[in-house]
């Protein structure tokens, strides 16, 4: 792939929204997980999530359009004035028309539909906000941006489950190093805090349960682990050819040099214990970036934390690695904040570039008696100083689908 330069970051994470104040609680592994008060969960098997608490603080949304749209759009707009102004996009100084936007999520606008059909049967049809339509749907936050920017270029969005939003990225890269636009906004959010998207992920059987101890209770590949939080947020970046982002005298980031993508086949919710798909997915990215498995200092694991997820995605980077497999740093930076499910590989991808600029690979936390059948080099509870020039970040939805993007400092 020809490199594209990422030149902007927004975040909206449980960890903050600054990029420096969200840099030092991700490096210093301060858990982010606590239990869930917004709704009484009680009743629920897991209670525990990752919220964000700053939104207000950073909004850039009047009043009249909130009551419109669902919280997933709010996070993608914060999200995206944030990496907009980054990258020091001067939007009248742009042709719109070749501007994209590339987003991906699980879930959609949960918290909107949920209110919108609780009034529907309890007041009927006159109950229900004429929004409720376009609420709530996956494509929101696309519309929402577009809208709002007057962006009209090529644009997608993608439904991939937890690998939506690395999808979106790298369809975003792909359609930049085609010609099809000049830069794109691109990235992910989820807002799965609420009480029907809560069990829906809980029918999956990949939360945790470990509601006494929320700080401590997302532990990837630890022996003892038994699943994951969910997390609220949103990532957002921009895209643009390299050869434009030195011509506009603007930082970057890092390049995205290597796309791949596979699917397992297997059952619609677990992945296949072998491994051999998402190692597939690695080679496909690595030969696409044109680099060999020697290369890479970092992983950026997907980090379920569900015995049979961990142990393939263990196994896919040996079968991809080889004898380097056991040596290449690795982390799941998600086990500070929670899961955010479709959202979490575009801020697993901000993390690397954070990482790499300086010179640091994040922590996993929680993992206190690492399961040697995983046979990984876990970066545990403390950073560990590294030059990263190369790294891999894994994203993995339900139902065996693997996805894998190279970065390049």
Known sequence: MEKIAITGIGIVSPSGIEPRKFWSNIKHGRSAVEPITRFDA?????????????????????SRLLKKIDVFSHMALVGAELAILDAKLDLTN???????????????????????????????????SPFAASAWFPAAPQGQIS???????????????????????????????????DFVVAGGMEAPVTPYALLCCQTS????????????????????RDGFPIAEGAGIIILEKLDRAQNRGVKVYANVIGYGTTTDGVDRVHPAADGRELANAIKIALDDAGISPDAIDYISLDGAG???ADLSEARAIHLAFGA?????????????????????????VIITCLAMGNDMVPPTINVNNPD????????????????????IVISRGRGGINTVLVLQK
């Open 42 to 62: 009680s009743k629920y098997t897991s209670r525990i999530a990752g919220h964000v608490h700053e939104l207000d603080a950073y909004s850039n949304v009047s």
């Open 324 to 348: 380097k497999g056991k040596e290449i740093l690795c982390s799941a930076p998600k086990s500070i904040y929670g899961n955010m499910l479709g959202a979490s590989g575009a801020l697993d």
């Open 205 to 224: 059987g990949m939360l945790t349960t470990n509601n006494a101890n929320p700080s401590t209770a997302y532990r990837p590949f630890d022996v003892n």
């Open 372 to 391: 040697p059948a995983c046979g990984l080099n876990l970066v545990l509870n403390e950073p560990v100083d590294k030059i990263i020039k190369n790294a």
């Open 94 to 128: 742009e042709n719109l028309d070749r501007a994209g936007i590339f987003m991906g999520n699980a879930l959609g606008g949960w918290l909107f539909a949920e209110t919108e059909l609780r009034d529907l049967y309890i007041e009927g049809r006159e109950g229900v």
């Open 306 to 308: 569900t015995k049979i």
């Open 147 to 181: 809208i709002r920017y007057q962006m009209k270029g090529y644009s997608k969005t993608v439904v991939a489950d937890r690998a939506s939003s690395l999808m979106a990225i790298a369809y975003g890269a792909r359609t930049l190093a085609a010609g099809k636009d």
